[in-house]
């Protein structure tokens, strides 16, 4: 499944999620990592999911393929990177 990475597609993804997530919170996050947790250590609800999805959408001009989404590629900011660089198409 690796083989199929972009990683420099990947690199620009989580950077995008690190630059969205503190203003999407609401609060300075001093330090995101690919373990950092989306809903036990950042607070995340369904609802700022699936907006900070629609933001990465707009910022990065891809579309995700949202219907692929599991629980598990949502626990952590790699997970959902690692997701999103795999599911999305250029617009």
Known sequence: MAANLDVEFRQRVFDAVRLILPRLLGRNIPAIADSTELRGQLGLRSASTLELLLELEDSLEIEIDVEQIGQGN?????????FVAR???KD
């Open 87 to 89: 599911h999305s198409t």
């Open 74 to 82: 949502m626990n952590t900011v790699g997970d959902l990177t690692d």
